[in-house]
C-alpha cells in the first residue's frame, strides 16, 4: 500500500488531522482486511457489457453454494413454496422477498462475493455499496397460458425524473440463478438486449407484450450461472411456464451516493460490525459520501484497477 498516495490524496481534501486519522482508519482495515480476490474485467466482457447492457458470468457459483443457497431460500420462502397450485394467475406465482434476505448466512456472503463483485468494481468504480436484494421465485404456470402483460422498466427509476434521454449509468445488479434455466419462459429476467442506449420509452406493439424491434433475450442458463445487468436496461418479469419453480436471488450495487431500498438502510449494525471490510463498506459502513471508500479503494489500488481520479478543476 502507498501511504504517501492516500496521504497526500486526503490532503487535497481536507486537515492534516483528519489526514491522520484516515491513515488511522487504514490501518484499522487491514486488519480487518479479507482477501476479496481479484478477478479481472477481460475486455471482451466489457464490451459485450456495454453494447448489450448486460453479462453473462457462467459458473459464478458453485453446485454446493448453490444448494445452501435454495436450503435457505426454501426456508426464507416458505409460505409461497408451499401454496396451493393455481396456474394462470402468474402474480400469485411470483415471489420478490426483499427483507430479512442478507441476514440468513448463506446470502450475506454473497455481497462481496468473488466471482462477480471484482467485475461490478471495475465496471463502476470502488465507490460503491449495495443497494438492493431480492430473492425471486416464481412457480409453474399452465404452458398454454395468455401472454402476461409484463413491467418493462428501467431501474432505480431515474427516468421519473430526469426523462429517457442522457440517463447514467449508475448501478449494476448481479442475477444468480439458483436453477437451471434450459428452457425458454421458465421464469428467467428478459433483457431488450442494447435497450441501456435508448434515449426513448420502450415501444409495444398494440396488442403484444413485448417490443417489436429490440431483440428479447430469454437467456438460457445454468444454476450457479449470473447475469449482470446495468440500471437503464429495460427488462421485465415474465412468467414461468415449465414444471418446476424458478429461483433467483439479484443484488444490486450502486455508487454511494445512491440510496439504498428501505430494507438495507439503516444498514444493519450487527451484520456490519463483524464483517471485514470491503463487506462493511458494501453495507453502508462509510455513510458520508465525502469519505473515500477506503476499504474497496485500497483493494483497487493493489490489483491496478484504481479509476484516475477525477479533478475539479484544470489549469486553462
Ligand atoms: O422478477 C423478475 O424476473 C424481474 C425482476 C426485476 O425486474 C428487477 O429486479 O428489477
Redesign the pocket.
Known sequence: MNRGFWLLEAFDRRSFCSALAELHNMDYLESKDKLLDFVQLKPEQRRSFNEDGFLVVRKALDAETVGCLVEAGDRLAASFVDKSEILDRTEYN?L?LRPGVIEEKAFFALISHTSTVPLVVQLLSPNIHLHSV?L?Y?RPESPQGAPFRR?W?R?IRMPRDLGQQGLPKVGI?VCYCLTHFHQPES???LFARRSHLSTEALVIPKGQVDPGTLEVCDLLLDAGDAVLFENRIF????PNRSNRMSR?V?Y?YAYRWMKPEVYLDPPSQRLREPADAITRQLLGGYRDVDTPPWAMKRWAQRHGVLPAPVPWTVEG
Request: a neutral charge; aromatic letters at 0%; glycine letters at 16%.
Open positions: 411470483h420478490d431480492a425471486i416464481k413491467g422498466h431501474d445488479k421464469g428467467m429476467t427488462h421485465t418479469a415474465a433467483v439479484m444490486g
